[in-house]
């Protein structure tokens, strides 16, 4: 039997509650305006972020170390195709040896806890490689899918269908170019270029590998001018093709689809995430009611245009006692015609395959509407409904220690130390860790009015390249005027 909530164990609610209260989430979205950093300079707000910023460095420290791993095995690729595999074989090895560690701090320390009303669905995700589409309601859906492909079932390597910046992004954003990420630009010929040669990377060794992607490519920020634009953009594309608008998901892009569900045609999943926060910082006061919904915190997946809206980010996460609802359906795509030739004028995409993921995201615009109005997925009528997706909380901190051996005996190896001298080097680049996160994430975000951590540091990149390029634009023209959203190959982070 797959385990269930323990909330749904504990003492229950009356029968029929009353909707409770929205909790202001001001710890999980301490910048609503700019400047609104400054407003909430008070003691325990310095507390709960200072608590935050040293989870948040414990972190960068352990994907760290497997960055500097897969680093060593670098050169490897030196020596021809063969050495290729190899790298590749030994950096699955390693990261499925990693994997513990790197999910333990949010899942385990910080309580991010994952539940689902589509356990066998799930399951039958991680039976062989598989194409995984998620809303982008949030910065940390990334997590959520590495937490799926290693707590059900049989643990299957995760990778992600990325914009190319992110590789440029400090520590992790390395990281997960060299494990093996596909990495996406603007422009389609070059796209599909570069994703069908990486999924012949990934055949050249077989293993089962979930390939995760949210297909809207952009985040629209509560409060952000070009944002906002976009939103009006893709309402207009949506009334063009005389279909009712969106409330809470930007339009997803399609053109290009085919060539990422060759990598698992016959095993696509779509997946619908709602998150809401706990009241307090590291509490567990999530409930649920006798028919099923969801008792407690606050819910941070609302309409794109409600200004009560939050985008769950790592800062989130770190902060403690994120909750995420999930659900999860098998579907299937039609083909697509796409060129040969990569110097040929690309064909119209197909209506088809644009109808049918433009179907799959009204399901779930629907689904967000629904966990809006009655804190739960339609359906669901009991708390045994429900699944909590198990917290490995053991064997997680075993990785953990193990990686702080490694850790010690390699720096006092390197620099001649002893432990005690090497452990202490280590709480240096700790202490340091925290106070650059600090400053950068800070000042970044009240630059920008918005915490974007979808990996750690790019708060303060995207507040530079605001500044740097006068906003960052979604496919917008420059002169602001709005424009249709350029359906291109799906993006996301």
Not at 165 to 181: H, V
Not at 205 to 213: C, E, K, Q, T, W
Not at 342 to 365: C, G, I, N, V, W
Not at 445 to 468: C, F, P, T
Request: positive net charge; glycine residues 6%.
């Amino acid at each position: 039997m797959p385990p269930r909530s323990r909330r749904s164990s504990s003492k229950e609610p009356p029968a029929s509650p009353k909707a409770p209260p929205e909790i202001p989430n001001e710890f999980r979205n301490p910048y609503p305006e700019r400047g609104g950093f400054i407003l909430r300079l008070r003691m325990p707000f310095l507390i709960q972020e200072l608590r935050t910023y040293m989870f948040t460095a414990l972190w960068v420290l352990i994907v760290l170390q497997f960055f500097l791993g897969l680093v060593l095995l670098l050169p490897l690729k030196l020596l021809g195709p063969w050495g290729k595999k190899l790298y590749i074989r030994l950096s699955m090895l390693w990261d499925g040896f990693s994997q513990g560690a790197i999910l333990c701090v949010p899942f385990s320390w910080c309580s991010f806890r994952v539940y689902t009303p589509s356990w066998d669905v799930c399951l039958d995700s991680k039976k062989q490689s598989a194409l995984i589409m998620s809303n982008h309601s949030s910065r940390v859906d990334w997590l959520v899918g590495l937490y799926l492909g290693y707590v059900t079932g049989p643990r299957v390597h995760v990778r992600f269908i990325a914009e190319a910046t992110i590789a440029l992004m400090p520590i992790a954003g390395w990281a997960r170019y060299l494990i093996g990420d596909v990495y996406l630009r603007r422009t389609f010929h070059r796209d599909a270029v570069s994703v069908r040669k990486k999924l012949a990377e990934y055949r050249s060794v077989p293993a089962s590998r979930m390939l995760f992607f949210a297909p809207e490519g952009a985040i629209a920020d509560v409060g952000n001018v070009k944002d906002t634009e976009y939103v009006d953009a893709c309402e207009d594309f949506m009334t063009e093709l005389g279909r009712p608008k969106m409330r809470f998901l930007l339009t997803p892009r399609y053109k290009g689809l085919s060539v990422l569900s060759a990598h698992s045609p016959e095993t696509i999943f779509s997946v619908t995430m709602a998150f809401i926060t706990s009241e307090a910082p590291f509490s567990m006061d999530i409930q649920f009611a006798a028919d099923g919904a969801v008792l407690g915190g606050s819910l941070c997946t609302l309409p794109l245009r409600d200004p009560k809206r939050v985008v769950p980010d790592i800062h989130t996460v770190f902060g403690g006692g994120l909750h995420v609802l999930t659900h999860m359906i098998h579907m299937t795509l039609p083909d697509e015609t796409l060129p040969t030739d990569t110097d040929a004028p690309a064909p119209q995409p197909s209506h088809e395959l644009r109808d049918a993921l433009l179907d799959d995201y009204a399901r779930k615009d629907r689904a967000l509407a629904e966990v809006a109005r009655s804190r739960k997925f339609a359906g669901i009528s009991s708390p045994q409904d429900w699944t909590c997706l198990p917290c490995p909380h053991l064997s997680m901190n075993a990785v953990v220690l193990a990686y702080a051996v490694i850790g010690v005996k390699s720096v006092s190896f390197l620099y001649g130390l002893d432990l005690y001298g090497a452990a202490r080097h280590i709480a240096t680049v700790w202490v340091s860790f925290v106070v650059l996160h600090a400053l950068g994430h800070a000042i970044g975000s009240a630059a920008s009015g918005h915490s974007r951590e979808s990996l750690v540091g790019e708060s303060a990149i995207k507040a530079v390249l605001e500044w740097y390029k006068g906003g960052l634009d979604h496919g917008h023209k420059k002169d602001g005027a709005k424009k249709t959203p350029k359906k291109e190959t799906p993006k996301t982070k």
